[in-house]
Structure formats: structure tokens, C-alpha cells
């Protein structure tokens, strides 16, 4: 059997382990083998829809701080590699038709200033608050925390394609998208320039000496391999409760399938430079007399005339005319991930007409709609919705990973956290959030059972 040795081996070429590695080559961890089984960024981390946001609810300030510092970095690099991964500022728009919502909305809005996310600007009619409209390319550093607004000629002003019904909108504004492929490749290059080594290979297992890691066992084509090494990380997206329990930790964890939707806007109903926009309101989908007698004839069909929940969203994707969408409205949970995921074949057609009550024009592509491209990936997610980033049981195991639907907007911070905790450095005031320990406490565990907000989208 062939024998390697490392000073750390990551296992996980998705954009929790390549962040992670390039954090560590950087600490200086020494050498660092990047163990990958498919292709790099392959599995989840080229699934997402590429956003990220510092409007993160509580029940403490862990989670804005983590992407907080993880956006400030994403900015950093931005300007370090030349904008390689497109990273643009235009902020998250929540929009609502009802008046109750627009109160909630401010309330989370005063929730992130209290945070430390930023300044709460309230745009009421008569207000003479001044309004930053979003940078169309590249990063405005000083462009932070909320706007409501909710004077609605001005909501038409600068939202004109939103529903006539919009009552009010909150505009985040250190929030936007990127290239999370550019990102990760950026990433990958940089950290094998500074060492790091990635080994197409299948990790089995650990080896152990007196209690402690001593070795990571893989499984390739070409035999077996033994990467000798006393500290292991483990960022195996989906499949990181099985490939844990194989170093010796059991973690409470599930996946949720997550599918979005891609088609061409050919006529040009959401401007290319538009924020991503989501409906914070249910919605009843307006169906025909004729549809929905149809649809009501069937189990299947029948959920498609029952309310739907808020959240709904799009955003322009790419330089061309492709519009994406997104509803979570039907996320399956388990503890095994199956692939390949198979998109509900209904998704396609409600996400557009949901899409259609926050801005009417699109419902020019339902009669015939045309084929969209849908894919998608599983969120790998613990109770409270928040990352495990620390060590595991065994002394030398770690793990970086169930970063559910903010894997991309948080890897940065993420893998200087990991980087920490393996090389024994100083590590920020949040870490403790985030380690597996947390819910060995009783106390955390009753308070995270009552909570509402996840910061779900
Ligand atoms: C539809 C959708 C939309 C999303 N939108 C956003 C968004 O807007 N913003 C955002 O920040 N995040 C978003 N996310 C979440 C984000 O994509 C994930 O959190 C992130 O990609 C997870 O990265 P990962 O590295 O943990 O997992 P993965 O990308 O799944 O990487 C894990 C890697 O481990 C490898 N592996 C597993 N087991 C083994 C083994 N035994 N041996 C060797 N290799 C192994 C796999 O092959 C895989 O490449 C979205 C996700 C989905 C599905």
C-alpha cells in the first residue's frame, strides 16, 4: 500500500475544503493534500445561486459576523485578483403587498443595526433620507445596512418592473452576487501555488495511534493509500454525517434537496443591473376557473391550489439574458443524500408564476413557457441552521461544513476559522457558535428549539 505524508489532509473539493486548504497554506500549515473523489467544485458548490448577504437573523450576532468578515475577504480578493469572480453589490430587495410585512421587515432591519449590520434608513413618504441607488459593476465598501422603503412612487421610481400591489421594500445592501465557480477556481489555483496538493481519491477512513489520528485511509482505482498526518478535515458537503462517522463522530445532520430554475428573459422584463428580488409574502397562485378545477382532481396537483410560502426570488444571472429563480417551498429532508436530484417537474412552472405576482410582466413567458434549465443540489444543515467548524471526537479530526444555503458568502471566513483551530491560532469571538460541542448544552438546545427565523431563504 502506498504511504504519503502531510501536515494536514482536507477532505472535500467544494468550496468549504478549497477555502479551508487555502486558508491553511496561508497560516502556514505546511504541506496540505486536498483529498476530492469527483471533480473539484463539482457536487454542491457549482449548484448555488451565487448571492451573498449580511442579513442574517439572530438569536445572536454569530452568524452576521461570520459572513460579515467572509464578505469584507470575498472584497479583498475582489480587488486582489483583478474582479476574477464578478463579485457585485446590489443588494437583497425584499418586497411586500401588505402592511403587516413591511413592520416585520423593519424590525429585522433594526435587529441587523443592533447586530452591527449596518444603519437602518427609513424611506416614508415625505422623507427626504437620501437613497443610494446600487453600484451597476464592482464594490461600494461604505454601502451598508437597510433602506425601507415606502413611499410607493418611489418604490416605482426605482422598482418599476415590481408589482403595482408592493407597499414597501427593504433594500440590504452589503449583499449581492458572484462567480462561485470563479471563486473556487481562484481559490484552488491560489492554494496549490502555495503548496497545497489535490488527490483524486475516495477517503475511507482514519487510522489511529494511542487514541489519536495518525493517518486518513483512500480508496482509488489505482489501490489504496494511506495519507499519514495527525490532523484531518473534513468538508464533505452531503455527505458529511457518513464520512464523519467514519472518523469516529456522530453529527446531527440532514440534508434538504434545494432546485432552482434558469431561463432566458428575452424580453428584458427584469433589468440586467436589478438587486435579487424576493416576495415576502404567501402566495395563492392565480390559476384560471378551468386550471383549477383540473388541478384540484388530483393528490398531486392539489397542493398547487393551496398557498404557498413567502419567499420567492430571482435576480439577472450571467452576461447574457438569463434570469434565475428560486422557491423553497419544497425542500425534502433526510440523512442520505441521493443523486442525481431530480427536480419536481411542477417546480419549473410555479416558481415563474410565483415569480409572476412580484413582477407581473413575467407572466408574458407562461403561455408557452419556455424550457427552463433546472438543477440543483442539497443543503447540508444542522438544528440551528449554522456551520460545524472545529473539532470532531477524535483529538487531530476536524470538520468545516453543513453550510447549508450560505456555503459560498461564508467559505472565506469559514476557512480562516478551520485554520485557527487547527494550527492552535487566536480565533474571533463567534467561533464558539459554531463548534460541534454546542449542542451537548442543554440550555442552547432549548433556546434554539423555539426559534422561528432560521435566515433560511
Ligand atoms: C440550489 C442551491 C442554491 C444555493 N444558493 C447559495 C447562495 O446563493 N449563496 C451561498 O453562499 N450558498 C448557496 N448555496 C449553498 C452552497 O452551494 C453550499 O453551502 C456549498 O456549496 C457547500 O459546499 P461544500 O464544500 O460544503 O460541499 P460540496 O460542494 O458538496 O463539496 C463537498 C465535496 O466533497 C467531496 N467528497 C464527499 N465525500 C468524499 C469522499 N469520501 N472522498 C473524497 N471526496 C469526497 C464531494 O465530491 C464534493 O466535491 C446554495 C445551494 C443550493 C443547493
Partial sequence: MQRQQFDVVVVGGGIAGIAAAHALVHAGAGRVAIVESGPPLGLTSDKSTECYRNFWPGPDDAMLRLVSDSIDRLATLTERSGDRFLMRQRGYLFAT?????????????????????????????????????????GLCRDLNGTDLITDRAMIQQHFPYLSEDTVGVLHARKCGALSAQQLGMYLLEDAIDHGAQLIATDYTGIETAGGQLSGVTCRSADGDIVLETNALVLSTGPHLKATTMKAGTDLPLEVEKHVKISMSDRLGVVPRDAPLIIWNDPIDLPWNDDEREALSSTPETQRLIETFPAGVHGRPVGAGDQLLMYWTYDCEASEIPTFPIEPDPFLPEVTLRGMAVMVPELSAYLDPMPKPFADGGYYTKTRDNRPLIGPLSVPGTFVCGA???????????????????????????????????RFDDPDYVERIAGLTASGQL
Avoid at 408 to 426: D, F, R, T, W, Y
Fill in 97 to 137: 403587498a401588505r402592511e403587516s410585512e413591511v413592520d416585520a421587515l423593519a424590525k429585522q432591519a433594526v435587529a441587523l443595526e443592533t447586530f452591527g449590520g449596518g444603519a437602518f434608513r427609513n424611506h416614508g413618504r415625505g422623507s427626504r433620507q437620501p437613497y443610494t441607488e446600487s453600484p451597476a459593476s
Fill in 403 to 437: 453550510f447549508s444555503g450560505y456555503g459560498i458568502m461564508a467559505s472565506c471566513a469559514a476557512g480562516e476559522l478551520l485554520a485557527a483551530h487547527v494550527l492552535g491560532h487566536k480565533r474571533p469571538s463567534y467561533s464558539d457558535a459554531f463548534e460541534v460541542t
